[in-house]
């Protein structure tokens, strides 16, 4: 339902652009997000978008991070420039249940940023 590309090997102060393209759902009303996890560690949130457009972004990623979405293209995108370290980890896609629907997750994609 959710699928994600764009991941990679980028060094430090690189940028790269996630995309998640979702079928099944009706995309226009549901409220998309990002996730990441790196080894070890939880998952957490990264950036969020709902279906009106109002974003929410991690304080770790604020100010370099941007998340869209295109509703015409079922799409939801999330740009990340000045990237660190520290933002390596694999990136999740996600959908919250709305309704009937079950929430959705993406199968992740990996971003490796090398110092």
């Known amino acids: 339902q959710l699928q994600a590309s764009g991941g990679g090997l980028v060094q430090t102060g690189g940028s790269l652009r996630l995309s998640c393209a979702a079928s099944?759902?009706?995309?226009?009303?549901?409220?998309m997000g990002w996730y990441r996890q790196a080894p070890g560690k939880q998952r957490e949130l990264v950036a969020r978008?709902?279906?009106?457009?109002?974003?929410y972004y991690a304080d770790s990623v604020k100010g370099r991070f941007t998340i869209s979405r295109d509703n015409a293209k079922n799409t939801v995108s999330l740009q990340m420039n000045s990237l660190k370290p520290e933002d390596s980890a694999m990136y999740y896609c996600?959908?919250?249940?709305?309704?009937?629907?079950?929430?959705?997750w993406g199968q992740g994609t990996l971003v490796t940023v090398s110092s």
């Open positions: 996600h959908t919250p249940a709305l309704g009937a629907r079950s929430e959705y």
């Open positions: 099944g759902i009706i995309f226009s009303i549901s409220n």
């Open positions: 978008i709902s279906s009106g457009g109002f974003t």
